[in-house]
């Protein structure tokens, strides 16, 4: 790898999830909610930390290892994002850009193995 973390647009798009899901945990339903808080903060946060971790390695094996991590993270975002709603603490609205970026950001996370993996093959 000769990229750094910061220049991978996937990394970038966790560094938004990040600010918007903070953003979201600041709103008043969600005071008193301390686990649920800091769970999906916590979750947030292993996104582009293991994205960056993976990276230092300078493997392609290892940066897969992380980016699945990554992955898993994002899904356990979206998981929250969606019982945030169900749970009452917020509307489909306030979810509904996480939410996609979730998604995208898991799409992103998979292309990226792929291509890694075509890269070990080879």
């Known amino acids: 790898m000769t990229k750094s973390f910061e220049e991978f647009e996937v990394y970038k798009k966790g560094v938004q999830l990040a600010k918007l ?3 979201l945990m600041n709103n008043k339903p969600f005071e008193r909610e301390f686990g649920f808080k800091d769970q999906i903060k ?12 993976g990276s230092e390695y300078n493997n392609n094996k290892q940066l ?4 699945k991590i990554s992955k898993g993270s994002c899904a356990e975002v979206r998981s929250m994002l969606i019982l945030s709603r169900e749970l009452g ?6 979810i509904q850009k996480g ?4 998604i995208e950001i898991s799409q992103n996370l998979s292309n990226f193995i792929k291509y890694l993996n075509t890269k070990i093959e080879s």
């Open 21 to 23: 899901t903070f953003e």
């Open 42 to 53: 916590r979750a947030v946060l292993s996104i582009t930390n293991n994205i960056a971790e």
């Open 64 to 67: 897969i290892r992380y980016l």
């Open 89 to 94: 603490f917020c509307n489909q609205q306030e």
């Open 99 to 102: 939410y996609d970026l979730t």
